[in-house]
C-alpha cells in the first residue's frame, strides 16, 4: 500500500492507496502559533469552508487521475487564496514559450519608447507655428521646423517598422517553440475536437498583429492626458473624461461580444468538422449517394456559422464605429474648448491644435483595440483553451532508454472511456498474460473490445486501473533503438500518404530497411508489395488510397510487428482478409510469440481464437470469464504446433 504526502502552505496531506486513490488523513501545518491554534487559523486566513474546499477539490483531483503528477496539478489550478499552490502549468509553458523571446521584446518596448515620444513631434511643431511662426513670420523657420519634422517622421515610421518585425520574429519563435508540443498534446487527447494547432496558430496571428504593438502603446495614454492637463486645467479635465468615457465603451464593447464570438468559434468549428468529416470519406458518401444529404446538411451548419458571424461583426463594427466617431467628437471637443480659452486669453493658439492632436495620439490605442475585437476575443480564448490543453496533457519528461521489456502483460481494475467522455465503456477488468501467450479477448458487438483494445495501445486513457509490461507502468516511454513496447493494428485501418515503406515503419526515420522487409515478410505480405509497380516505393494517397482494404489490412500488420514490439494488439485482423491474408496473421502471431512477445487479439474468427492460450470473455463492458482457452471454449481446432513457421 503506498503512502504519499502532498504539501501546500498550510496543508499537509497524506493520501494511502494503490489503483484508485483514497484520503487517509488531512492534517494542518504552519498554524500553531504562540497565541494558540485558533489566532494562526484566523492569521493565515483558513475557515473550515476553505478546509472543506480543499478537501473537495482534493478528494476530485484523486477521483479523475492516474497519479501524484496529475493531483498536484489539479490541485494547483483549482485551489485559490491561502490554499493556492504554484500557478498552472499550462499558463506557465505559454508564458515561457513567449519569455523566451523576452530580449526582442525589451527592443520592442525602446523601439515603442522612441516611436511615442516622437509622436510629440506633431503638437510642438504646431505650437511653433502657430506662436512663432505666424507672429515672426519668418520663412527659414518654417522651413526648417518643417525639415526637422520629416525627418521626425521617417524615424518614427523606422521604429515603427522596425518593431512590427520583431513582434513578426516574436509570434514565428513562439509558434515554433509550441509548434510540437500543442500538435502531441492534441494528439494524446484524441477526441479531435479540442483545441491543438488551429489555436496556436490564431494566437501566432494576434501577437504580430498590430494588437500587440497596442499594448506597449497604452501605457503612454495616461501620460499624454497628463501634458494635456499641463497646457490648462480644463484641458486635461476633458481629456480625462475622454480617456475614461472611449475605455469604459471598449470595456463595453469586449463584454457584449463575449458570447457572440464564442457562439461564432463553436458553429466554425462545428462546420470545419462536418466538412474535414465529408472530405475524409469522399468515396464512401459517393457510393452511397449521401452527397446531396450531407451538403445539404453542411450547408446548413454552414449557414448558421455565417449568420453567428455577421451578427458578431455587426456588433463589434457598430462598437468600432461608435468608438471612431467619438473620438473624433472629443478631439472636435478639445478644439473648440481650446479655442473658447483662446478667447478668454488663459492660451495660445498653438495650444488649442496640440491639445487636439495629442488627444487623439492619446485614444488612438482605445480605438485600435476596439478595431480589433474579433482577434482580441479568438486570441484570448485560444490562450485559455491552450492553457487547458497543456495543463492536462502534460509534457512527458525524456527518460532513460530501456531495453526492451519482458512481454508479461498485467491489467487490475482497468477501466475505459472514450476521450472525454465521464461514462465507462469497459471495466474494471483484470487478466495476466506471460511471454509467448496469446490472450483472445471475445464478445458479441459492443461489448468492449475495441475499447480495451484502445486503452492497451495508448489511444485511449484509462478511466482507473493499472496496465503494466514487464513489470512497469505501461507509458510511451522510449525502448532501446527505434523498438516500441505496443504494436497496434486497430479495427479501423487507416494507412497515410506517403510510400508503404514509410507506412510500415511509422514514419519513423531511425527503422532501418532490415526491419521493414522483416515485418512484411513476417506478416506474409512481401510477395503482394513486390508485386505493386514500384514495390515497396510504391506511394499511396491520403487514406490508403491506391489500395483495396484487404491489401491496407495487411499493411497495417505488419507495421503492427515491426520493430519486434514486446506486445502486439490486434483489432478483428481478419476483417477484409482472404484465406492468404489470414494465413498470414497465423504466421505473425506465432512468430512474435516465439520471439517472447505477448500477443492481445479481439476477433470472433475460430481459427484465430484456436491460436490463443487464454480467453477473456466479455458481457455488455463486464469481464465476464478469463482463463484457458481449453477450458472456456473447448474447440476441435488445433493449436498452433511447435513449427512456428508452418
Known amino acids: 500500500m503506498a503512502t504519499t504526502i502532498i504539501e501546500t502552505r498550510d496543508f499537509k496531506v497524506m493520501v494511502i492507496g494503490s489503483g ?8 494542518q501545518r504552519h498554524m500553531a502559533t504562540a497565541h494558540g491554534q485558533g489566532s494562526g487559523r484566523r492569521r493565515a486566513g483558513i475557515t473550515a469552508k476553505r478546509l472543506n474546499e480543499f478537501v473537495a477539490v482534493l478528494k476530485q483531483s484523486i477521483a479523475r487521475s492516474a497519479g501524484f503528477g496529475a493531483v498536484m496539478r489539479h490541485l494547483r489550478c483549482r485551489m485559490k487564496g491561502p490554499l493556492a499552490m504554484t500557478s498552472c502549468g499550462g499558463r506557465d509553458e505559454l508564458r515561457q514559450a513567449l519569455g523566451r523571446s523576452r530580449g526582442l521584446l525589451r527592443a520592442v518596448g525602446l523601439f515603442s519608447f522612441f516611436a511615442n515620444l516622437l509622436m510629440l513631434a506633431g503638437p ?17 523657420t518654417l522651413v526648417a521646423l518643417t525639415l526637422l519634422l520629416a525627418f521626425l517622421c521617417a524615424v518614427m515610421a523606422l521604429l515603427d ?29 484524441g477526441d ?14 494576434a501577437i504580430e498583429s498590430p494588437l500587440m504593438t497596442v499594448a506597449f502603446d497604452l501605457p503612454w495614454t495616461p501620460l499624454f492626458l497628463v501634458a494635456i492637463a499641463l497646457f490648462h486645467p480644463w484641458l486635461g479635465v476633458l481629456g480625462l473624461l475622454s480617456g475614461g468615457i472611449l475605455i469604459a465603451l471598449a470595456l463595453l464593447g469586449h463584454r457584449v461580444l463575449r458570447e457572440p464570438a464564442a457562439h461564432v468559434s463553436i458553429a466554425t468549428q462545428r462546420a470545419e468538422r462536418d466538412a ?3 472530405a475524409a470519406e469522399a468515396e464512401t458518401i459517393r457510393a452511397l449517394g449521401m452527397g446531396p444529404a450531407l451538403l445539404g446538411r453542411w450547408s446548413g451548419l454552414r449557414g448558421q456559422a455565417q449568420a453567428a458571424m455577421l451578427g458578431a461583426s455587426d456588433l463589434g463594427g457598430g462598437f468600432a464605429a461608435a468608438t471612431r466617431a467619438l473620438r473624433l467628437f472629443l478631439q472636435s471637443a478639445m478644439l473648440g474648448l481650446g479655442a473658447w480659452l483662446v478667447l478668454r486669453g488663459e492660451v495660445t493658439g498653438g495650444v488649442m491644435v496640440a491639445a487636439s492632436i495629442l488627444l487623439g495620439r492619446a485614444l488612438a490605442p482605445v480605438e485600435m483595440i476596439a478595431g480589433q475585437y474579433p482577434l482580441l476575443h479568438g486570441a484570448v480564448r485560444a490562450w485559455h483553451a491552450l492553457a487547458a490543453l497543456l495543463r492536462e496533457e502534460p509534457a512527458g519528461r525524456p527518460g532513460l532508454t530501456l531495453p526492451r521489456p519482458e512481454a508479461r502483460l498485467e491489467v487490475s481494475g482497468l477501466v475505459v472511456a472514450p476521450p472525454g467522455a465521464a461514462a465507462p465503456l469497459v471495466g474494471p477488468l483484470s487478466f495476466r498474460a506471460e511471454p509467448g501467450q496469446v490472450i483472445g479477448a471475445i464478445g458479441a458487438a459492443g461489448s468492449g473490445k475495441t475499447a480495451l483494445a484502445q486503452a492497451i495501445s495508448g489511444a485511449w486513457r484509462p478511466l482507473e486501473g493499472a496496465i503494466r509490461l514487464g513489470g512497469a507502468a505501461l507509458d510511451p516511454v522510449p525502448v532501446g533503438g527505434s523498438g516500441r513496447l505496443v504494436g497496434c493494428m486497430p479495427q479501423r485501418v487507416r494507412l497515410f500518404e506517403g510510400t508503404i515503406a514509410e507506412n510500415i515503419a511509422g514514419f519513423d526515420p531511425g527503422v532501418k530497411d532490415g ?7 513476417q506478416a506474409g505480405v512481401q510477395e503482394m508489395i513486390l508485386g505493386l509497380p514500384a514495390g515497396y516505393d510504391t506511394r499511396l494517397g491520403a487514406g490508403g488510397r491506391g489500395l483495396s482494404l484487404g491489401q491496407m489490412q495487411r499493411i497495417a500488420l505488419a507495421r503492427a510487428i515491426c520493430g519486434d514490439p514486446a ?8 476483417a477484409h482478409l482472404d484465406g492468404e491474408g489470414l494465413a498470414g ?3 505473425a502471431i506465432r512468430l512474435a510469440c516465439a520471439r517472447g512477445g505477448a500477443v492481445l487479439l479481439m476477433t470472433h474468427n475460430r481459427a484465430l481464437i484456436g491460436e490463443c492460450d487464454l480467453v477473456l470473455m466479455l458481457d455488455a463492458g463486464r469481464q465476464k470469464a478469463f482463463g484457458p482457452r481449453e477450458a472456456l471454449i473447448p474447440s476441435p481446432v488445433v493449436r498452433r504446433s511447435a513449427a512456428v513457421g508452418a
Open 20 to 27: 484508485n486513490w483514497s484520503v487517509a488523513a488531512l492534517a
Open 567 to 574: 506486445l502486439v494488439v490486434l483489432d478483428a485482423p481478419d
Open 124 to 140: 510642438l511643431y504646431m505650437l511653433q507655428v502657430y506662436d512663432r511662426v505666424l507672429s515672426s513670420r519668418s520663412e527659414a
Open 585 to 587: 496473421v497465423v504466421r
Open 276 to 278: 474535414g468529416e465529408i
Open 515 to 521: 526491419a521493414v522487409v522483416a515485418a512484411a515478410d
Open 192 to 205: 479531435g475536437a479540442g483545441p491543438g494547432p488551429g489555436e496556436l496558430q490564431l494566437l501566432q496571428r
Open 161 to 189: 517598422h522596425a518593431r512590427r518585425r520583431l513582434m513578426a520574429r516574436i509570434a514565428a519563435r513562439f509558434q515554433v517553440a509550441l509548434d510540437r508540443r500543442v500538435f502531441a498534446a492534441a494528439l494524446r487527447r
